[in-house]
T-cell receptor, first 112, second 112 residues
């Protein structure tokens, strides 16, 4: 089992560029989450999904879009990157909302 | 809204010292409480949890007790090791919510 994997590990973008972060899990989990981690602020939820084909907004959804076309994948898109989106992004998954969340290793994104 | 507050770090301890990391929460109901740990360069991992008042979660020598009267969930370990150096996150989840609220994290460094 690979658990939760994230692609890419690092990325540098220029303001206005777009990109997609990929999260994949092989545990057949229903719930998937995207967080951003910024110094002194802990993890903040961007978007989440409670099952294939569903998505919902979290705490800080502006500037991001997501898709869950397949149960094992959860994509996070930045249509027009801004310096404020410089952060470390973590994906997580869980069986249900009551179960432990399993986290990926993170993607470090820098927007210049 | 719901929130989680942790003691500010960084915390630096000598090996075999006693560790306490304070955590308090605000919630409208009776949330489940968690401690997650993040080792350098990795994603978060669940360390322990408690789902109701007076429950004690424990793992790897760490303990935390759910105190409803003080809305606290302090993390303790009797004798820390260098390998415990990491960032520790307290988190809560209301039973009716799909989302977990994370505290800002407390960085711990243990020196030989």
């Amino acid at each position: 089992n690979a658990g939760v994997t994230q692609t890419p590990k690092f990325r540098v973008l220029k303001t206005g560029q777009s990109m997609t972060l990929l999260c994949a899990q092989d545990m057949n989990h229903e719930y998937m989450y995207w967080y951003r981690q910024d110094p002194g602020m802990g993890l903040r939820l961007i978007h989440y999904s409670v099952g294939e084909g569903t998505t919902a907004k979290g705490e800080v959804p502006d500037g991001y879009n997501v898709s869950r076309l397949k149960k094992q994948n959860f994509l996070l898109g930045l249509e027009s990157a801004a310096p404020s989106q410089t952060s470390v992004y973590f994906c997580a998954s869980s069986w249900t909302k009551d179960n432990e969340q399993f986290f990926g290793p993170g993607t470090r994104l820098t927007v210049l | 809204g719901d929130s989680v507050t942790q003691m500010e770090g960084p915390v630096t301890l000598s090996e075999e010292a006693f560790l306490t990391i304070n955590c308090t929460y605000t919630a409208t109901g009776y949330p489940s409480l968690f401690w997650y740990v993040q080792y350098p360069g990795e994603g978060l991992q669940l360390l322990l949890k408690a789902t109701k008042a007076d429950d004690k979660g424990s793992n790897k020598g760490f303990e935390a007790t759910y105190r409803k009267e003080t809305t606290s969930f302090h993390l303790e370990k009797g004798s820390v090791q260098v390998s415990d150096s990491a960032v520790y996150f307290c988190a809560s989840r209301e039973t009716s919510y799909d989302k977990v609220i994370f505290g800002p994290g407390t960085s711990l460094s243990v020196i030989p």
